[in-house]
C-alpha cells in the first residue's frame, strides 16, 4: 500500500524540515544524541503523520496509541515530531536539556505532553510497551502500542525476555520497530556484538516480521498498515536505517552517537541539508 503522491511528498518535506531544525537544536545547546535521531525520522513521522490515534488537545485520551521509544537517547527527533504534531509549541525545543526544561535528555511522561513512557537504560521499553498493549486488551481497546528499539539495544537479554512473553500473551495491538542502523555507541553492531541472523532470531520467537528502507516513507505505512492485519501475533518491523542519515561525515560513524557539533560540523550539515544560512 503506498501513500497518495502529495501526501509521501508533505511527509518527505516534514522529514527534511526536522533534520534541519534538529541540527541547529543540537548545535545551538552543544548536547544530544544527533546520530540515532537522525536515522530514527522517517519511522516517528510515519508514525506520527499517518498511523497513530493521538490528540494534542487531549493526550491522556483513553484509546490513543501508545509509542515507546526505547532507544531514548534518540528523544531530540521524537520532541521535534510531537512539537510539530502540537503537543508542545516548536519554539520549545530551544530548551531542550536545559534546567528545569519539559525537554530532558531522555523522554519523560511526567511533565512531557505526548510521551506515553519514560525510556533511558537500554532494553526496558520493549516490556513496558508490552503492558501498555496487555492492559489495552484487557480493557477492550482499539489502541495499538508502537516500540522503537535501537540494534545495540537488541543485545540486551530483557529484550528477548519480552519477545518471548508478547508471543505467549497474543499481543498483535503491539507492533515493534527496529531501528536498523546497524552502529551503536562504541561501535558497528557485529564489533560490539555480532547477533548474526536478527530476522531469523526474531523468527524463532515467534514474531511476524516485515523488512523495509526506514528512510522510505511509503514502505513504512505499508509496514505499519500491514501490522495491523496480523491477528494472534505480535509484529516487528525490521527498518533498516543509516544512522546520522543525511549528513554525510555522519552517516555510519559511532562517533556521531552524542558528540557536540562545532561551527564547522553545523555549517556542513546545513548546507547538505539545504538549511545553509
Known amino acids: 500500500m503506498k501513500l497518495p503522491a502529495e501526501e509521501k511528498a508533505r511527509l518527505e518535506g516534514l522529514c527534511a524540515q526536522f533534520r534541519r531544525d534538529l541540527i541547529e537544536t543540537l548545535h545551538a545547546r552543544q548536547t544530544g544524541h544527533p546520530g540515532g535521531s537522525l536515522s530514527v525520522c522517517e519511522i516517528l513521522t510515519t508514525l506520527y503523520f499517518e ?4 490528540d494534542p488537545k487531549d493526550p491522556q485520551m483513553a484509546d490513543r496509541d501508545r509509542l515507546v521509544l526505547c532507544k531514548g537517547h534518540a528523544a531530540p527527533m521524537l520532541y521535534r515530531v510531537l512539537a510539530e504534531k502540537g503537543f508542545f509549541p516548536v519554539e520549545e525545543m530551544a530548551t531542550l536539556r536545559c534546567f528545569e ?12 505532553p505526548g510521551v506515553d513512557a519514560a525510556t533511558g537504560p537500554l532494553g526496558i521499553g520493549l516490556s513496558t510497551a508490552l503492558g501498555m498493549s496487555m492492559a489495552l486488551k484487557l480493557n477492550n481497546s482499539p ?3 508502537y516500540a522503537i528499539l535501537g540494534d545495540g539495544e537488541i543485545n540486551e537479554g530483557t ?11 497474543k499481543a498483535d495491538n ?8 546497524g552502529v551503536q ?4 553492531a557485529d564489533q560490539i556484538m555480532p547477533m548474526g541472523d536478527i530476522r531469523a532470531k526474531f523468527e524463532a520467537f515467534g514474531w511476524h516480521c516485515i523488512e523495509c528502507d526506514g528512510h522510505d516513507v511509503d514502505a513504512l505505512y505499508d509496514a505499519f498498515e500491514q501490522a495491523k492485519t496480523i491477528k494472534g501475533l505480535p509484529t516487528i518491523v525490521l527498518a533498516h536505517t543509516i544512522k546520522g542519515k543525511g549528513v554525510s561525515f555522519m552517516e555510519g560513524k559511532n562517533t556521531w552517537h552524542g558528540a557536540p557539533i562545532n561551527d564547522e560540523n553545523y555549517e556542513k550539515a546545513m548546507i547538505e541539508l539545504g538549511g545553509a544560512k
Open 143 to 145: 489502541a495499538r502500542v
Open 159 to 169: 529484550v528477548w525476555e519480552a519477545l518471548m512473553a508478547a508471543v505467549k500473551y
Open 185 to 188: 555507541l562504541d561501535g558497528t
Open 174 to 181: 503491539l507492533c515493534a520497530v527496529l531501528d536498523w542502523n
Open 51 to 54: 498511523e497513530m490515534n493521538v
Open 101 to 112: 526544561t519539559r525537554l530532558q535528555g531522555h523522554p519523560c511522561p511526567l511533565e512531557t
